[in-house]
């Protein structure tokens, strides 16, 4: 069985269109990438956890803000190109991105220095209209804002 991550994809109407709230990872390997490197809050569900329950949870502990309590649009699960399973939903709501605080992770770096560092696993957040997003977010997840673009009513 593959493994399971669930995310939220927050975004907020502007006029006619609407603008999406997307994430850059944290840590040094991630540093220099833009393009293509951004992604919906997510990660992986706990076992007997529900789903959107799941999503929730992750979306809190990348970005210290909740997702809100409004209506959830499923907009299904997606295959990324690693073989993982992402289950997504969009809620409609705000925050300010210069307020993001992430949980953090280790990892050997430099690599081989025996030496650990702490990073945040979300370095910095920010809100984007449909064109840019889609030159953002990672290209596995394009789908999932082509299928939350072509449900906006």
């Not at 969009?90 to 081989?112: H, Q, T, Y």
Request: glycine residues 12%; neutral net charge.
């Amino acid at each position: 069985m593959s493994v399971v991550s669930a995310g939220i994809l927050l975004y907020r109407r502007r006029g006619s269109s609407a603008e999406v709230f997307l994430v850059h990872p944290g840590g040094p390997l991630w540093m220099k990438k833009d393009e293509g490197a951004w992604s919906l809050p997510k990660g992986l569900v706990n076992p007997n956890e529900d789903e959107l329950a799941g999503a929730r949870r992750e979306f809190r502990e990348e970005t210290g803000f909740d997702a809100g309590s409004g209506p959830a649009r499923d907009l299904g699960t997606f295959r990324l190109p690693s073989g993982k399973r992402v289950h997504a939903w969009a809620i409609e709501g705000d925050c300010d991105p210069a307020e993001l605080r992430s949980n953090l992770f280790e990892m050997e770096w430099p690599p081989k220095s025996g030496r650990t560092g702490r990073f945040p696993e979300v370095d910095r957040g920010a809100w984007f209209e449909r064109a840019q997003a889609l030159l953002k977010i990672a290209k596995g997840q394009v789908a999932i804002l082509e299928m939350f673009y072509a449900g906006l009513a």
